[in-house]
């Protein structure tokens, strides 16, 4: 799920969710990992070459985690 697919799923249950991780997403490039790694899954699960160093995933990798994290502090019940 893309950057723009997320914010647009967690706004339909909160507005204010939406703007909150939107914020969260554009620190650090965050948001342009999670694109990143849909594309290139996308592009492999289609036949298509890696276009993304080894170094480059792993980073990817951590910035994802990084939202999975936040998503499940701020917007989970406890």
Do not use: C
């Amino acid at each position: 799920m893309k950057q723009e697919d997320l914010l647009q799923l967690m706004g339909s249950f909160n507005s204010q969710w939406h703007q909150t991780l939107k914020d969260f997403l554009a620190i650090d490039g965050r948001g342009d990992a999670l694109n990143s790694i849909v594309n290139l899954r996308n592009s492999i699960a289609h036949g298509g070459t890696l276009s993304s160093s080894l170094v480059n995933v792993r980073e990817y990798y951590g910035k994802i985690v990084a939202i999975i994290d936040y998503i499940e502090d701020n917007f989970t019940n406890p």
